[in-house]
């Protein structure tokens, strides 16, 4: 287990660090803000959709270290997926970070999040972009949500 924790931690620095996909999408046709009180974490998921497929996926905003590497891991693991593909692995991350049985084979590099059920209290950070990139799919204007 020394192992995963390990991971989690390199990936998370790397990724808050050095956060990809960290920039708005000009002509994004879906967006959301996430905003999760507790931890200061304050986000805007942009998400440009051609059918049902996430062409383009970034975030732009603030935050502790998780939520920030979170979202950068999630813009990575969504670009290029068709929405029943990118449903799977939001359903799946989420699994991880309540502590259910995963599908490890899906949720591939997404599973050092898992470490995040740890820290119950951090687990709404971790969980912030998922909500926030959900609710930016799910609508077809400009939307705000929060963990509260």
């Not at 995963?102 to 740890?118: A, I």
Request: proline letters at 2%.
């Amino acid at each position: 287990m020394s192992d995963l924790r390990e991971l989690y931690q390199q990936v998370i620095m790397d990724h808050n660090k050095r956060p990809r996909n960290f920039r708005e999408i000009e002509h994004a046709n879906h967006l959301a803000h996430g905003n999760n009180p507790l931890c200061g974490d304050k986000l805007v998921v942009y998400v440009k959709l051609e059918g049902d497929v996430i062409e383009d996926v970034s975030f732009k905003g603030s935050g502790c270290a998780i939520s920030m590497a979170s979202a950068s891991l999630m813009t990575e693991a969504l670009k290029g997926k068709t929405l029943e593909e990118a449903q799977a692995i939001y359903d799946q991350v989420h699994k991880s970070l309540t502590g259910e049985e995963t599908d490890r084979n899906l949720l591939g590099k997404l599973e050092v999040l898992s470490g995040v059920k740890e820290f119950p209290a951090r687990v709404k950070c971790a969980t912030l972009s998922w909500h926030t990139v959900h609710a930016a799919i799910d609508s077809d204007h400009d939307i705000s949500i929060s963990t509260e």
